[in-house]
């Protein structure tokens, strides 16, 4: 192994994202250094480009998506062997606090992520702790792991955990981006019918491909497209990938007496909600962060039991990550992009 590799690295806030060399990290105690075989690009990865996001400490290497090989044991770790295929959750957590406690890591208040407070994954190489990793199968390749610790088990953990999704329900996911397109999938996986939203048909097309029913709202309305769907009631469980004033306040009004409006997005800083039909219908709005690692763990069985599939949309090697971010702010991909090792 040299001792130099590639790297995405933010220095400063804006500017393109772009590989440079950076020295090969070594594990500290309780990690494992992975040789990255694929890694998934995020819109998240551009927002922290531009500072909108900001990172804590520069520069760092991100890259919050990840899959690729054991290669070298730091002190002290066991149960893991050089050669083992792998993925990370990204959130490290303290493991010690209230919430670590309780199985809600995702709401650890010292947490460091990769590829935020700590270097990521657009590498050739990453330190992560063995703490975080989960094991692939041969039946799952580099680049399908790669999109699942952010947009698949996100949507896992939205919908069954904090959504309570299952057998019976009805379901409306706005917005069949990276995240939707899995989001039907989970939904339909644990029983739910589901209705999607997309202004773009190939996105519908896939969304049914899936098992949704798709609405294009500039082409139909959706307060009638739902009310079909539901005989009149409202769906049970509203999932917002869009983010701003107005998808809240229709996915509101959309929601059966009682339903559940699942916060995913944050395009717009904030949002009103009107207080009376909120106050006499119950609606739950509920904020959901992240996945912890038994959810990666549960979307990582989903998929090699082919009950999940993850939507791939463009490769790029890990050098051309300019040309992938644009290709991925076009809008004009359905699934998600991976970058690439030679
Ligand atoms: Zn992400
Ligand atoms: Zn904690």
Redesign the pocket.
């Known amino acids: 192994m040299s001792d130099a590799m590639r790297a995405v690295v933010i220095a400063e806030y804006g500017g393109s994202l772009k590989a440079t060399r950076r020295p090969v990290p070594r594990p500290g105690p309780g990690e494992v250094l992975v040789r990255v075989r694929a890694s998934?690009l995020?819109?998240?990865?551009l927002h922290l480009l531009s500072g909108r996001q900001p990172l804590g400490e520069l520069p760092r290497i991100v890259g919050?998506?990840l899959a690729g090989d054991v290669v070298e044991l730091g002190a002290g770790v066991t149960g893991w062997r050089a050669g083992e295929r792998v993925t990370a959750a990204i959130d490290v957590t303290c493991g010690r606090c209230r919430h670590c406690l309780a199985g809600d890591t995702q709401l650890c208040r010292s947490m460091k992520r990769i590829g935020f407070e700590r270097d990521g994954g657009h590498a050739d190489y990453v330190a992560v702790p063995a703490a975080n990793l989960v094991a692939l199968d041969d039946g799952i390749s580099y680049e399908a792991a790669a999109i699942l610790p952010?947009?698949v088990a996100c949507m896992y953990h939205s919908l069954i955990h904090k959504g309570a999704v299952g057998i019976g329900q009805r379901v409306l996911i706005l917005g069949v981006g990276g995240l939707g397109i899995h989001g039907v999938q989970i939904a339909r996986c644990a029983g739910a019918e589901v209705m999607a939203t997309s202004r773009q048909a190939q996105r519908l097309e896939l969304a049914e491909r899936y098992g949704a029913l798709g609405v294009d709202p500039a082409q139909e309305s959706l307060e009638a497209a739902v009310a079909r769907f539901t005989d009149g009631e409202g769906v049970d469980v509203v999932v917002d990938n869009v983010g701003n004033r107005a998808s809240v306040l229709q996915g509101l009004k959309l929601l059966r007496p009682g339903g559940k409006f699942l916060v995913v997005a944050y395009l717009d800083e904030t949002f009103e909600v009107p207080s009376i039909p909120l106050f006499k219908t119950e609606l739950e709005i509920i904020g959901c962060r992240g996945s912890t690692r038994q959810d990666l763990i549960d979307v990582v069985r989903l998929v090699q039991a082919g009950k999940v599939t993850p939507v791939l949309g463009a490769s790029y090697p890990l050098d051309q990550i300019g040309e992938a971010a644009a290709r991925l702010e076009s809008g004009d991909l359905v699934g998600r992009i991976w970058l690439t090792r030679d």
């Not at 995020?42 to 990865?45: A, L, M, R, V, Y």
């Open positions: 998934g995020c819109s998240t990865d919050h998506e952010d947009a």
